[in-house]
């Protein structure tokens, strides 16, 4: 990690890339929404706005001449790890599902919010293909580059202190969301994604919760009428399907850190 970058100027170049990637969104969303049908603009300007997310910074670490594969932690894992990382994914998921539930019976979702997320039910194919590569593929690559491997390794390395940097980068991740109604679910989220980080070196298993997270909200929010009769119970994730979800995760995590534990005893130099 290079020394010459400050927590400060880590931040900035974040904002920086979030506030251009918002801007080419924006202007892509209102250029385009006269000529071209609204759900194929709204998902390219997701898909566009995620990748333009990840040049800002791209670009200043190339400028300090820094190596990127290691500052963004693409570090390869081993099967297992994926294997066990995709149960564990499937698990969290699913009580992240109910997380929400239970918190928008607390404090509801405003109809301005509600609108938004009627944004990704797409009737065009060709739009649904877009949002999907764009909202589950490019997001969780690019943003977990960006958060869990630049911003939080660097936080990890200046502070000296894991759990703070965990912390306080998912607390940022959450509040860029914009979104009150999402903060305690997206911190949770975050917290796991940036243990996941932390516990392997590498972004990759970030990656995959990240995709699986997001895939599924892609598909409740346009086919998710068709599994309530089976997914919901009284407005919450069937108990049944949350005692398979908490089942996968004890599994997964047992995996998990067996797998991770194999793979950096194969990594120790011999004596």
């Known amino acids: 990690m290079n020394p010459?970058?400050?927590?400060g100027t880590a931040?900035?170049?974040v904002i920086l890339s979030l506030l251009v990637s918002g801007l080419v969104a924006a202007t892509l969303l209102l250029g385009l929404q006269p000529f071209v049908n609204l759900e194929l603009v709204t998902s390219l300007s997701i898909f566009v706005g995620e990748a333009f997310l990840f040049l800002p910074v791209y670009f200043f670490l190339q400028s300090k001449q820094i190596n990127i594969r290691n500052i963004f932690r693409l570090k390869p894992i081993s099967s297992s790890v994926v294997q066990a990382t995709i149960i564990l994914s499937i698990g969290i998921t699913f009580v992240v599902d109910e997380l929400d539930r239970i918190i928008g019976m607390i404090l509801p979702l405003p109809d301005f919010y509600s609108d938004l997320i009627e944004n990704v039910r797409m009737e065009n194919p060709l739009a649904l293909f877009i949002l999907f590569v764009g909202g589950v593929a490019v997001a969780a690559i690019v943003e977990e580059m960006i958060f869990r491997g630049f911003l939080q390794q660097l936080l990890e390395k200046i502070w000296?202190?894991?759990?703070?940097?965990?912390l306080v980068t998912a607390l940022f991740f959450a509040v860029i969301h914009f979104n009150l109604w999402w903060t305690i679910q997206i911190y949770f989220l975050g917290v796991l994604l940036g243990y996941f980080a932390w516990k392997t070196n590498s972004v990759f298993p970030g990656m995959i919760l990240h995709a699986i997270n997001n895939a599924l909200a892609m598909i409740f929010a346009n086919w998710g009428h068709k599994a309530e009769p089976w997914y919901s119970w009284n407005g919450h994730v069937h108990p049944i399907i949350l005692l398979l979800a908490i089942g996968l995760i004890y599994q997964g995590y047992i995996r998990?850190?067996?797998?991770?534990?194999k793979s950096s005893t194969q990594l120790e130099p011999m004596s």
């Open 256 to 261: 998990f850190d067996s797998a991770v534990k």
């Open 160 to 166: 000296g202190d894991v759990t703070k940097a965990v």
């Open 4 to 7: 010459q970058i400050t927590v």
């Open 11 to 13: 931040f900035g170049i």
